[in-house]
């Protein structure tokens, strides 16, 4: 008896050990919590490098420091998943290129994989930005792109099974209910937020492992502890835009950085990408002695798929501030920078803001005036524009490059 419990005391202590690090990491992963950064700057978060624990998957380091399978096997190329070696250096790609995309609200990029929450300003000294990995639809089953807004929240969900989900497990060997009920067989975990757009959630899961891959019906699925932290915090009727952005460019203190995902696609169709749009925005801020230069770097960078940000050059003409207020007045758009800059000169006689700024949508050269406090200030600039130059201009709110409001003709 005595040799037995010898023998299995050091087996108890590790098992305990293991459990209390599996403990441990629940509580810990919080989702990462930033403030928002000065306005011109894109970029948070630091990129952090720790050491592989004896018997640690890549897994088990990724839900530690709340990252998804896919953010961590993406900047470790040359490790193991499953079989990390002990003392292995991992690299933790914790630092993140803001989507393009108004900074309000839920922000979920499909291609990374990540959902960015901005909650409504409190009147703390900084406005903050907190991001979460998730997990997204299954090949035939894509998560779509749009526009939502949060209509319930709901702690312990009942999921009833879509007809169209029974059908293909039962086709798989795999019947389910019609009905499941709250507990730890629910695939929806304990929190759900459901979208107004139909049939589609935000919700837990009971399979953690499938954060950072693509094993949903469509839904968007986050670790238990991250659902339970955005469930307490957002709100009924929240903005939630899907997008898919493999491809992310941004600013930090006068740089510019590129971030890259492996883009999504369902088999058979081309994979979505942003990076022409990338690339031609890059062409219209460098000059033409780098250009090809600078071309060749972003194509090499972006072929890499790590998803950490890399150096690619100083900003010559700024990208557009998707966090801006007010009315914007455009008076011209321009692939050739050269071009941007006579324009803007040309608009010296206003004696206003004038700037050059370039879309990533597009990758033109937008030269612009503003921003003004209203929409009626705008009108007033743009009709004294045509007036003196026959120039014809637009207006639009600032952040919201495709709701244009007037022209002159």
Request: glycine content about 8%; overall charge negative; some cysteine.
């Amino acid at each position: 008896m005595t040799r037995i419990s010898k023998f299995f005391q050091p087996t108890v202590m590790a098992v305990i050990v293991v459990l209390i690090a599996q403990v441990f990491v629940v509580m810990t992963a919080r989702g990462a919590e930033f403030p928002v950064p000065a306005p011109g700057n894109d970029i948070v978060g630091d990129v952090l490098v720790v050491s592989a624990r004896e018997g640690e998957t890549l897994l088990d380091i990724a839900r530690a420091h709340d990252l998804g399978y896919n953010e961590i096997v993406a900047a470790n190329p040359d490790v193991d998943p499953w079989l990390p070696d002990t003392g292995a250096a991992i690299t933790i790609p914790t630092r993140y290129v803001l989507p393009n995309a108004p900074r309000s609200g839920i922000v979920i990029n499909i291609a990374e994989m990540r959902l960015y929450y901005y909650p409504p300003p409190t009147g703390s000294l900084h406005d903050i930005v907190m991001t979460f990995p998730i997990g997204i639809g299954q090949e035939g089953w894509a998560t779509p792109e749009g526009e939502a807004r949060i209509i319930v929240k709901k702690e312990n969900p009942v999921w009833t099974v879509p007809k169209s989900i029974r059908e293909a497990s039962a086709a798989q060997g795999e019947p389910l209910p019609k009905v499941v009920l709250p507990g730890p067989d629910n695939p929806l975990g304990k929190y759900a937020l459901r979208l107004d757009m139909v049939g589609y959630l935000i919700h837990g899961t009971n399979k953690p492992f499938g954060i950072g891959r693509r094993i949903s019906h469509g839904c968007i699925r986050m670790y238990p502890e991250d659902i339970e932290v955005l469930f307490r915090r957002v709100e009924l009727g929240t903005q939630v835009s899907i997008i898919n952005q493999p491809y992310k460019l941004g600013k930090e203190n006068g740089a510019l950085y590129l971030e890259s995902h492996e883009p999504v696609f369902e088999t058979g169709e081309p994979a979505r990408s942003n990076l022409p749009e990338i690339i031609h925005a890059l062409s219209a801020m460098t000059e033409s002695a780098r250009r090809e230069q600078i071309k060749e770097k972003a194509m090499t960078d972006a072929s890499r798929h790590e998803g950490i940000p890399h150096y690619i050059n100083e900003v010559r003409i700024e990208l557009e501030d998707e966090s801006g207020e007010g009315w914007m007045l455009q008076v011209g758009a321009f692939a050739n920078a050269d071009n941007a800059m006579r324009i803007a000169d040309a608009m010296n006689w206003l004696e206003m803001p004038v700037s050059i700024k370039v879309r990533l949508d597009d990758g033109y050269c937008h030269v612009l005036i503003g921003p003004f406090p209203g929409e009626e200030q705008a009108n007033d600039v743009l009709r004294r524009v045509f007036r003196q130059d026959g120039i014809k201009g637009l207006i639009y709110p600032a952040g919201r490059h495709g709701m244009l409001t007037s022209c002159v003709s």
